[in-house]
């Protein structure tokens, strides 16, 4: 080797070198090599750190896995509860309206006469994405089974409903009345098509009425139904529409909805249920019933029953009272965990409900505020909430003879804490202090201007419809409405925390203040109603024993509402159409003519 050069590095020395650097930088990251090894080996031959292997275990599930299918069957009871399984055991009202979107498309593209076994598999699994896509929240299941499931035993439960009919029908006698079958009439005779009525002017009758088909002189008359109209002027204007309707008052009209209202008399003749007559499980979701009696239940299988006994299995209502009796089994097997949640908020368990109609007349200007005043009206909670259970569908709601199809309506008319039973007194109260005409001619003008201010939102106008009557209005606004009220002042919050209270408590008041069993309701009327009937005997009397000269008492707010700004005769032999300043109170006095 020269002298002068440096000497060469020999490979054993590079590799000594290699060695200690590689040491060296293992130390540092925490791992102990013994040697160093080819590079193709490299990976093969060092164990990662026991905690890289337990990040690699956890994240070996993807995070877009899917919800399995637990093992056994729904509704079983070696099975699992699906609204458990679907995470809906504290949501009853979302997983019923899954229900119901369930059932939609299995009457829409199923063949309900057959069994899920029967059906055709590309078929159901198209269906099952198609619920999918309009229920988003099936899609966290494997292969979408929640909904699988909801079909196959709502399909089940309707064959076993349709085998019962046919086995019933057909160990029904023919003819049940003393009229022989030959005079029954023939087939052609009897294949008759429903047709239209004709509308028919109402008009009432009292009892100095003398009996006759003439409609008395002071309720001859007609209420044009004003119409929108797009005009160019800045101000909305109203065009009088073709053919004229009237604002209906509801005196002596019965409400087309089921539901139990005191003044409503019941039959008498009632299907004969017991406990043991009934099905093991839920006829829309296949969920066991309790094994304890329960007469919220069986008195909706007998209102049921009694309804299919008058209208037959196709009635309109019968699917409202199917899903009723799906609660109300839902409800009592969770019994114990809604007296808890009621306990922990505060839920009035012990209702006074005989100082309730008092306590509802405290509420009278707030009451006849969402009557008289549009812009109230149209902001109010009660009323929006009402506009989106119907879907905006307002004239399609006020024609429907039987608005048990409008379901989300008759849940969102329920008050709360209070219960079926604070619903009976609170609607009887509100048509007792709002019997009347100026009620009902005060809320038709109101209803006219609301419509003007939300008609983009709103159904077409349909010149065949009439608008919401009193009754109707009571139902499915004014009740909760002042349910809200009544529990704002229980609990001392503001309105709109009092509003979220009332939907929250709906379940609770159902299972804790239920209405009264038919014959309870026959047999022992309530010391409200009691009350209430001897109020009226004495006003009665009192009225006959008065002069005719003396002055006549003054009404409550409530039966006589005036609005501002009307200027009426004050000749009493000559009344004349009211000049109208502002907006107008129309009464049956002011289309009198002269005599």
């Not at 198609?130 to 089974?145: D, H, L, N, S, V």
């Not at 929640?146 to 046919?166: E, F, H, S």
């Not at 008319?413 to 019997?435: F, T, V």
């Not at 809320?443 to 919401?468: G, K, R, W």
Request: a negative charge; glycine letters at 4%; charged letters at 30%.
């Amino acid at each position: 080797m020269p002298a002068s050069g440096k000497r060469k590095v020999t490979a054993a020395e590079e590799l000594i070198r290699l060695r200690e650097e590689t040491k060296k930088k293992d130390e540092q990251l925490g791992v102990s090599v013994g040697c160093i090894v080819p590079e193709s080996q490299f990976l093969t031959n060092i164990a990662p750190p026991a905690s890289l292997i337990q990040q690699l275990a956890a994240t070996k599930k993807k995070p877009n896995s899917k919800i399995p299918r637990p093992e056994g069957q729904a509704g079983r009871s070696s099975g699992y509860i699906l609204r458990d399984e679907m995470g809906l055991a504290d949501d009853s009202d979302r997983y019923n309206r899954l229900f119901r979107i369930v059932k939609d498309h299995t009457h829409q593209y199923l063949a309900v006469k057959e069994t899920i076994s029967k059906q055709n598999k590309a078929q159901v699994d198209a269906v099952l994405a198609q619920i999918a896509k309009t229920a988003p929240y099936f899609e966290r299941f494997e292969g979408y089974w929640p909904a699988k499931d909801m079909i196959t035993g709502y399909l089940l439960n309707m064959q076993t409903r349709r085998r019962k009919d046919l086995q019933l029908e057909a160990q029904s006698p023919r003819n049940k009345s003393n009229i022989p079958l030959q005079d029954e009439g023939s087939e052609d005779e009897m294949d008759v098509k429903p047709h239209k009525k004709k509308r028919t002017f109402l008009h009432f009758t009292d009892e100095n009425s003398d009996g006759s088909d003439e409609p008395p002189a002071k309720v001859n008359f007609l209420f044009q139904r004003q119409r929108p109209y797009r005009g160019a002027c800045p101000q909305k204007s109203l065009v009088k529409s073709a053919p004229p309707i009237y604002a209906l008052s509801t005196l002596q009209m019965k409400f087309n909805v089921l539901y139990s209202s005191p003044a409503k008399p019941k039959s008498q003749a009632e299907p004969e249920l017991t406990w043991h007559d009934l099905p093991l499980s839920c006829m829309e979701c296949a969920e066991l019933l309790p094994v304890e009696p329960h007469p919220r239940i069986l008195g909706l299988f007998i209102k049921r029953e009694k309804l299919i006994g008058n209208t037959g299995s196709t009635a309109a209502g019968l699917p409202l009272i199917e899903l009723q009796i799906c609660e109300a089994i839902t409800q009592e097997k969770d019994r114990e965990r809604h007296a808890d949640l009621g306990r922990r908020n505060g839920w009035l368990h012990k209702i006074n409900f005989k100082t309730l109609p008092e306590r509802i007349e405290g509420f009278e200007d707030e009451i006849l505020q969402m009557i008289q005043d549009p812009d109230h009206l149209e902001q109010s909670a009660a009323w929006r909430s009402f506009l989106k259970s119907i879907d905006g569908q307002l004239f399609r709601f006020c024609r429907s003879r039987s608005k048990g199809e409008f379901i989300y309506a008759v849940y969102g008319s329920r008050c709360g804490y209070y219960g079926p039973k604070g619903a009976q007194i609170i609607n009887s109260k509100l048509m007792d202090a709002l019997d009347g005409d100026n009620a009902s001619n005060v809320l038709f003008a109101t209803l006219n201007e609301v419509i003007l201010m939300n008609e983009d939102s709103l159904d077409a106008y349909d010149p065949t419809s009439n608008l919401l009557d009193i009754e109707d209005f009571i139902f499915f606004v004014l009740a909760p409405f002042t349910a809200a009220l009544l529990i704002s002042a229980d609990k001392g919050v503001a309105f709109e925390d009092a509003v979220d209270i009332c939907d929250n408590s709906c379940a609770f008041g159902d299972i804790f203040q239920p209405e009264e069993d038919s014959k309870s309701a026959n047999n022992n009327e309530s010391e409200v109603e009691e009350e209430s009937r001897v109020q009226k005997k004495v006003k009665k009397s009192k009225r006959d024993q008065e002069p005719v000269e003396e002055a006549k008492p003054e009404k409550s707010k409530a039966r006589e509402v005036i609005l501002e700004g009307v200027q009426t005769s004050t000749i009493t032999s000559s009344l004349q159409k009211p000049k109208v300043k502002a907006r107008a109170v129309i009464s049956l006095d002011d289309f009198k003519e002269a005599s």
